[in-house]
């Protein structure tokens, strides 16, 4: 359900660095030489330096326009992604198991952190009471078909 109604209002300020930060990534991109890419990088911020004190707001958003419009012209055709960020290789490649397979442990394993598994058996206990004082004792002849 898209509104168009932004989740919050950025000031002028901020959508520069945004910009800035996305140009550069988009640099990064496009140079495989990482001397090369310092080289260009230190150009591309010169460029920003040139506009900084405009005092035009005018001016400044038409600067900034025409700096979305050229990123979005030059941008990479396979941008660089970080492998943890979303579209990244790694992204959410992490699998966190659920808390119900530490009941199948080996007496063994679980015998290697006896203080942990004694908070968690007494947790346990205290979410079925609370679990019963909520929704009452569930009735035996339920389960029985």
């Not at 330096?49 to 419009?69: C, F, S, T, V, Y």
């Amino acid at each position: 359900m898209a509104t168009g109604v932004p989740f919050r209002v950025l000031s002028h300020s901020k959508k520069v660095c945004s910009l800035y930060k996305r140009s550069l990534r988009n640099l990064e991109a496009w140079c495989c030489d990482r001397r090369l890419f310092r080289y260009r990088a230190i150009l591309h911020r010169q460029r920003f330096e040139e506009h900084r004190d405009e005092k035009d707001m005018r001016r400044a958003a038409q600067l900034l326009a025409a700096g979305e419009q050229e990123l979005f012209e030059k941008q990479h055709y396979q941008p660089l992604r970080f492998p943890k960020s979303p579209g990244g290789t790694a992204y959410q490649r992490e699998v966190i198991p659920p808390d119900w397979v530490l009941d199948y442990w080996h007496p063994l394993e679980k015998a290697q952190y006896p203080e942990y598994f004694a908070r968690r058996e007494e947790r346990k206990k205290q979410f079925v009471e609370m679990w019963e004082k909520q929704y009452g004792k569930p009735k035996p002849d339920a389960y029985d078909h």
